[in-house]
């Protein structure tokens, strides 16, 4: 499996498990940087929306319910 399929599963599994999660905290989980983490972020919006509620208390990202 490729490096970039890999880390979009942790990337989803992440979210998943504690929504709010900042990209920060994505990136350690996933060993890259964090402009990666929005390359891959902007990619995986397609497939499952996914909100940023920005910083602070509550912010981070998660999927967006409908």
Do not use: H
């Amino acid at each position: 499996m490729s490096d970039k399929l890999f880390r979009w599963f942790k990337i989803i599994y992440a979210i998943q498990a504690r929504p709010g999660i900042n990209a920060k905290e994505l990136a350690d989980r996933c060993e890259t940087d964090e402009r990666t983490i929005y390359r891959d972020l902007r990619s995986l919006d397609v497939l499952a929306p996914i909100t940023n509620n920005g910083y602070g208390k509550g912010g981070g990202f998660r999927f967006i319910s409908v």
